[in-house]
C-alpha cells in the first residue's frame, strides 16, 4: 500500500493551497484523512472523509478547509485550504484506514508527509 501526497508548499498568510493524496496497492478504503504535525506538536486530525463522503473537521479549520474525495477514483483525496495562518504551518500526513487485500484485517495507511508553510 502507497499513499503520495503532493501540493505543499510556502504561502503568504491568507493565501490557498490544495493537497492531494493517492493511494494505490489497497483493496477497500473505509475512511481517508489528512493529519498534521507542527514542530514541538503532536500530530492532529484535520479532516477526514468516509467512503459514503461523511467529513469531519478540527474546530481549528472548520468553515477555512475541506476535504474532497475525486468522483472516480475512491482512492484519491484532495484538501482545500483556503484563508491558511501562520497556525497551520506544518506537516501535513495523509492517512487510509483500509485493508490491503479482501482477507486481511483493516490497518492505516500513512503517507510521507507535505510541508505546509504559511508566512505572515
Known amino acids: 500500500v502507497q499513499l503520495v501526497e503532493s501540493g505543499g508548499g510556502l504561502v503568504q498568510a491568507g493565501g490557498s493551497l490544495r493537497l492531494s493524496c493517492a493511494a494505490s496497492g489497497i483493496y477497500s478504503i473505509n475512511v481517508m484523512g489528512w493529519y498534521r504535525q507542527a514542530p514541538g506538536k503532536q500530530r492532529e486530525l484535520v479532516a477526514a472523509?468516509?467512503?459514503?463522503?461523511?467529513?469531519?473537521y478540527a474546530d481549528s479549520v472548520k468553515g477555512r478547509f475541506t476535504i474532497s474525495r475525486d468522483n472516480a477514483k475512491n482512492t484519491v483525496v484532495y484538501l482545500h485550504m483556503n484563508s491558511l495562518k501562520p497556525e497551520d504551518t506544518a506537516v501535513y500526513y495523509c492517512?487510509?484506514?483500509?485493508?490491503?487485500?479482501?482477507?486481511?484485517?483493516?490497518?492505516?495507511?500513512w503517507g510521507q508527509g507535505t510541508q505546509v508553510t504559511v508566512s505572515s
Open positions: 492517512k487510509a484506514d483500509g485493508k490491503p487485500r479482501w482477507n486481511y484485517p483493516r490497518d492505516d495507511y
Open positions: 472523509i468516509t467512503t459514503y463522503g461523511s467529513t469531519n
